[in-house]
């Protein structure tokens, strides 16, 4: 689980219009119910691109992240919510955009898209960062180089379990601490989108992430 030090680190970035590493979704979103998937302190929720949206949303599964961002936004008009990204506590149709920054490779990938675009308006929109395979590989690679058994075994199922949810659609989470993690390929990603019920699938670039936008059909 990420600590408060790396939320706080990547509000600055998202309130930085320089920062060399920033993604965050850009909209025409005046007017919009806007959900952020895997939220952490709402850091996200808080970029200026997100300014003229009528009601900001969002959920993770880390409790103090959620407190703390709670307490930070104060009289900031956010909703945050301690929820899985399977389970989205929303009623279908309920927003316009839903995105998730660096979170949905740490979760039940096919259930967790199904469960976005169940609670997005048809013709709504779709903005996922997804983490490329070269950064498992060099993990591994590293891992190799100093003999670290816990990183080769931990990049082993990372790897394994992103080659069968890029041929089957389904992911199993690791059976240690019953967390998920995937890495994704461009084609794989356009691939799982659209078995998901999104159209106008596009995959971008970025320094550090690639990103997925997609309309829910
Ligand atoms: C790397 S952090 C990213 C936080 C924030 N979106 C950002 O970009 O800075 C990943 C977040 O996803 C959350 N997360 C992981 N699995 C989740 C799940 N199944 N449902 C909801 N949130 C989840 C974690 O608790 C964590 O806050």
Redesign the pocket.
């Known amino acids: 689980?990420?600590s408060l030090e790396?939320?706080l680190r990547?509000l600055q970035a998202v309130l930085d219009p320089f920062d060399p590493v920033r993604a965050v979704p850009k909209y025409p979103c005046a007017g919009w119910k806007v959900l952020?998937?895997?939220?952490?302190i709402g850091?996200?929720l808080l970029a200026p691109e997100l300014r003229a949206a009528a009601e900001l949303h969002g959920?993770?599964?880390?409790g103090a992240?959620i407190e703390f961002g709670r307490r930070r936004a104060g009289s900031a008009h956010l909703t945050l919510t301690c929820a899985?990204?399977?389970h989205i506590p929303y009623e279908d149709g309920s927003f316009d955009l839903v995105y998730?920054?660096?979170?949905v490779p740490?979760?039940n990938v096919p259930l967790?898209l199904a469960e976005m675009r169940r609670v997005l308006k048809t013709g709504g929109r779709f903005w996922a960062t997804l983490q490329p395979v070269r950064g498992e590989l060099s993990r591994l690679g590293t891992g190799l180089q100093r003999l670290a058994a816990k990183t080769v075994i931990d990049s082993g199922y990372v790897l394994a379990n992103s080659l069968m949810l890029a041929m089957s659609g389904r992911c199993v989470p690791r059976p240690w601490n019953g967390k998920y993690d995937t890495v994704q390929t461009r084609r794989g990603a356009a691939w799982l989108l659209r078995r998901s019920g999104f159209r106008d699938v596009e995959i971008f670039l970025s320094p550090l992430h690639f990103i997925a936008t997609a309309t829910r059909s």
């Not at 952020?36 to 952490?40: A, E, I, K, L, N």
Request: net charge negative.
């Open positions: 689980m990420p790396y939320h990547e952020d998937v895997g939220c952490g850091q996200t959920i993770d599964t880390d992240a899985q990204a399977e998730s920054r660096v979170a740490y979760t967790a």
